[in-house]
């Protein structure tokens, strides 16, 4: 009896598949170059490769154009969106059909919109998304006023909010928010509304961290006189983020981003780590 030598020296396929996986998850960017090894490696692959989906007016580094996602598409059947992409970032300024985008990722949790075309024809399909975290401008969404009771905000645990907020927002803003039902964790990377963090402070007690975000150190170092209330509230962060979108794609691929630094130092203004009035992460 003779043994094929080929056949005898294969991993087998549980194993092979778990070796690949392995290699995936631990690093998203030699996904591409292990997809052509073989037909079986993409197809365990794949999934993983668009768990995360970025699309980008900077292709690259697993970032898609919209050219690009247009041909992913075609060749794809929607099945495949629906059951594969959990974290979505829309970031493009180039002309998108984002309601068939979210539409055909109906089981996205993790989104992020920053296009401007971004409107309320995006409203249904958002309403039926399982949706826990969300980062946008809320107001394009809506014809007028920020409905929070809309059902995108149902299962929210975060939200990113990049509105521009005002004394006239103040009341409406603290109301709405507070009736969140899920809601615990809120970041602003806009200009903040110091009137709006203190109100919220107070009525949500289920806040478990409120975050300003800065986008440059001058800006950074401008807003620490007008905050300095905010360390008497272990629950009160303010942190430095570049770019909230870069931060938004670390998180999403398991990194540290604002969330994750920002319940760190929370954490360790509980536990004495740092002074207890400490609410600036540098």
């Not at 080929?6 to 292990?34: H, K, M, V, W, Y």
């Not at 949790?109 to 409107?119: A, F, M, Q, W």
């Not at 909010?161 to 602003?188: K, N, Q, R, Y």
């Amino acid at each position: 009896m003779t043994v094929d030598t080929a056949e005898a020296s294969r991993l087998p396929f549980e194993l092979e598949r778990d070796i690949f996986e392995l290699a995936a998850r631990s690093s998203p960017t030699c996904i591409p170059g292990l997809i052509m090894v073989a037909q079986r490696v993409k197809t365990w692959l794949e999934p993983i490769l668009y768990n995360v989906l970025v699309l980008s007016d900077r292709p690259g580094n697993l970032h898609l154009s919209w050219t690009t996602l247009c041909f992913l598409a075609d060749s794809k059947p929607l099945s495949f969106w629906g059951s594969t992409v959990n974290h979505l970032l829309i970031s493009s300024r180039y002309p998108a059909d984002i309601p068939g985008i979210l539409a055909a990722c109906g089981g996205v949790t993790d989104l992020g919109l920053r296009h401007p075309e971004v409107s309320p024809a995006c409203l249904p399909a958002l309403s039926v998304l399982p949706l826990t975290r969300f980062f946008a401008e809320l107001r394009p969404l809506f014809a007028r006023a920020v409905d929070f009771q809309h059902p995108l905000f149902r299962g929210l645990t975060h939200l990113g909010i990049a509105d521009f907020l005002t004394d006239a927002d103040c009341a409406a803003w603290t109301e709405g928010l507070a009736s969140l039902p899920a809601l615990t964790h809120v970041s602003f990377h806009n200009r903040h509304h110091t009137p709006l963090f203190q109100a919220l402070l107070s009525r949500c007690t289920g806040l478990e961290a409120l975050v300003l975000c800065c986008a440059t150190t001058q800006y950074f170092d401008l807003f620490k006189a007008r905050t300095a209330w905010m360390g008497y509230d272990v629950r009160a962060v303010m942190i430095l983020v570049p770019s909230s979108c870069a931060d938004w794609v670390c998180g999403a691929r398991g990194g540290e981003d604002h969330w994750v630094r920002s319940e760190r130092w929370i954490r360790w203004r509980r536990e004495g780590g740092v002074r207890a009035d400490a609410y600036i992460v540098e």
